[in-house]
């Protein structure tokens, strides 16, 4: 069994890779020259890499071409939301260009290879009380350009579905996090400050931006475990929430991770962390993937959060 990783060189897509070695299956990852390698340099005598830039279909013609995977991880985007207002037009072209040539090729080459595709819990964006837990079935008012681009990849899953058969399982997935979650996300970027006055390398003030908002988080190696069962028992067509079903605001996140350290720290607001339109509250209902798989979270969000500390003490 083959399984095709696009961003295996990202925060997930090292997970990913982690989990699919475990399973015994052969692992092709893309990366592009600038790719940072260092998430995946433990894992390189028994991964195979790629170059692919996924933007241009006779990249991904080739590549598909060449490996035929049986299964195909699509974790490989722009995810960073503040980003996309900042390049609207790039994380719009990144998303879902590099997904239209993704299945464009696995149709060309007639493929039956199974293809998850990482949806976001962004695309529901505003939620209005009373409508959460939120079920796959909750309106999508997404507020972000990265929002509109998940929300096209999404819906190209299930065009190219309907249109061609092709089997796409959509996982719209809630806030994830662990170790080696990147620096510009909330939970490191708190850990990661933390860390660094901790080491003497700051003065010991934290920077944050809106306390106010409400998310739902999941272990990343959760949520990999997760991505497996998708291709494995999902149903094609289908999209399924992966959450964990509780919610913190950001200030309590925050409280947490300083609950596991034992610097004195002042937090103050920096304009500059505020978005033009904040999600308000995610809270997910993953009930219809846990009918469809067996999937439930594992692992506790106070372990989560102490994983991440500790993997930015030791860098
Ligand atoms: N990044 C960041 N930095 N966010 C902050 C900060 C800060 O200093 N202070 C407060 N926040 C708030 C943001 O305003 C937002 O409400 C929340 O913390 C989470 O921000 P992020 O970690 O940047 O994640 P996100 O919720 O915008 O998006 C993440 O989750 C999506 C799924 O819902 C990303 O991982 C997306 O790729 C993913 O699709």
Same mark, same amino acid.
């Given at each position: 069994?083959?399984?095709?990783?696009?961003?295996?060189?990202?925060?997930?897509?090292?997970?990913?890779?982690?989990?699919?070695?475990?399973?015994?299956?052969?692992?092709?990852?893309?990366?592009?020259?600038?790719?940072?390698?260092?998430?995946?340099?433990?894992?390189?005598?028994?991964?195979?890499?790629?170059?692919?830039?996924?933007?241009?279909?006779?990249?991904? %013609?080739?590549? *598909?071409?060449?490996?035929? &995977?049986?299964?195909?991880?699509?974790?490989? /985007?722009? +995810?960073? !939301?503040?980003?996309?207002?900042?390049?609207?037009?790039?994380?719009?072209?990144?998303?879902?260009?590099?997904?239209?040539?993704?299945?464009?090729?696995?149709?060309?080459?007639?493929?039956?290879?199974?293809?998850?595709?990482?949806?976001?819990?962004?695309?529901?964006?505003?939620?209005?009380?009373? %409508?959460?837990? *939120?079920?796959?079935?909750? &309106?999508?008012?997404?507020?972000?350009?990265? /929002?509109? +681009?998940? !929300?096209?990849?999404?819906?190209?899953?299930?065009?190219?579905?309907?249109?061609?058969?092709?089997?796409?399982?959509?996982?719209?997935?809630?806030?994830?996090?662990?170790?080696?979650?990147?620096?510009?996300?909330?939970?490191?970027?708190?850990?990661?400050?933390?860390?660094?006055?901790?080491?003497?390398?700051?003065?010991?003030?934290?920077?944050?931006?809106?306390?106010?908002?409400?998310?739902?988080?999941?272990?990343?190696?959760?949520?990999?475990?997760?991505?497996?069962?998708?291709?494995?028992?999902?149903?094609?067509?289908?999209?399924?929430?992966?959450?964990?079903?509780?919610?913190?605001?950001?200030?309590?996140?925050?409280?947490?991770?300083?609950?596991?350290?034992?610097?004195?720290?002042?937090?103050?607001?920096?304009?500059?962390?505020?978005?033009?339109?904040?999600?308000?509250?995610?809270?997910?209902?993953?009930?219809?993937?846990?009918?469809?798989?067996?999937?439930?979270?594992?692992?506790?969000?106070?372990?989560?959060?102490?994983?991440?500390?500790?993997?930015?003490?030791?860098?």
């Amino acid at each position: 069994m083959k399984a095709l990783v696009t961003g295996i060189s990202g925060f997930v897509g090292s997970h990913m890779a982690e989990f699919l070695l475990l399973k015994g299956v052969e692992v092709v990852g893309t990366i592009r020259n600038r790719s940072r390698m260092d998430h995946i340099s433990h894992l390189q005598q028994d991964i195979r890499l790629v170059e692919c830039e996924l933007r241009d279909p006779f990249s991904v %013609e080739a590549l *598909i071409g060449a490996e035929k &995977p049986d299964l195909i991880f699509h974790l490989a /985007a722009q +995810s960073f !939301v503040p980003t996309s207002w900042n390049s609207p037009i790039d994380t719009i072209h990144n998303n879902v260009a590099g997904q239209v040539n993704l299945f464009e090729a696995i149709r060309r080459f007639g493929l039956h290879s199974k293809i998850q595709i990482a949806c976001s819990s962004e695309e529901y964006g505003q939620v209005n009380p009373g %409508e959460t837990p *939120i079920k796959e079935t909750n &309106p999508l008012r997404p507020l972000s350009p990265y /929002a509109i +681009s998940k !929300v096209a990849q999404d819906y190209l899953g299930y065009q190219y579905h309907k249109s061609y058969g092709l089997h796409v399982i959509r996982t719209i997935t809630f806030n994830h996090t662990g170790p080696r979650r990147g620096e510009n996300f909330v939970t490191s970027n708190f850990a990661k400050q933390i860390v660094d006055i901790e080491k003497g390398k700051k003065p010991p003030v934290i920077y944050v931006g809106n306390l106010e908002a409400k998310r739902d988080f999941t272990d990343v190696r959760d949520v990999v475990r997760g991505y497996w069962l998708a291709l494995e028992k999902g149903v094609p067509g289908e999209a399924y929430n992966i959450a964990s079903g509780t919610c913190y605001t950001i200030a309590e996140m925050l409280a947490i991770l300083l609950s596991h350290s034992n610097v004195d720290i002042e937090v103050k607001t920096d304009a500059s962390r505020l978005r033009p339109s904040d999600v308000e509250i995610l809270l997910g209902d993953y009930r219809k993937f846990h009918e469809a798989t067996g999937w439930n979270p594992e692992i506790p969000f106070e372990r989560t959060m102490e994983d991440l500390l500790q993997y930015w003490r030791s860098q």
